[in-house]
């Protein structure tokens, strides 16, 4: 067997020798961008998004704006304490039962039931 020569250049490649680093530093030239995520926010507050709101404006305008508060209401106490009473059962706190009814009305706002 005859032995092989290999430089040090061969494992290296090119940059051993330098060529390509004035390419290398001109795609690195400037300190790295720092880039911040962005959420998209959803529409709280205006009521006007969300997959329900269509329902919710045909029904306020079918039953009335009277009616349709009165029963919303009657919707939003009922569904506060079923989350009162899960609460109790779980022996979760006050202030987690008040965290969990401000989640249920932040997703109301964003799937439009408070339209």
Do not use: Y
């Amino acid at each position: 067997m005859a032995a092989a020569s290999v430089s040090a250049s061969a494992f290296l490649g090119s940059w051993g020798t330098g060529e390509d680093h004035s390419l290398l530093q001109a795609k690195v030239a400037g300190p790295p961008q720092l880039r911040v995520a962005v959420r998209p926010q959803p529409m709280m507050g205006s009521g006007k998004g969300g997959i329900f709101a269509p329902a919710v404006v045909v029904t306020r305008n079918i039953i009335g704006k009277k009616r349709f508060n009165q029963l919303r209401g009657k919707a939003i106490a009922l569904h506060s304490q079923v989350i009162t009473e899960f609460c109790k059962s779980i022996g979760a706190d006050s202030k987690q039962r008040q965290g969990l009814i401000r989640l249920a009305k932040k997703n109301g706002e964003w799937l439009g039931f408070l339209a």
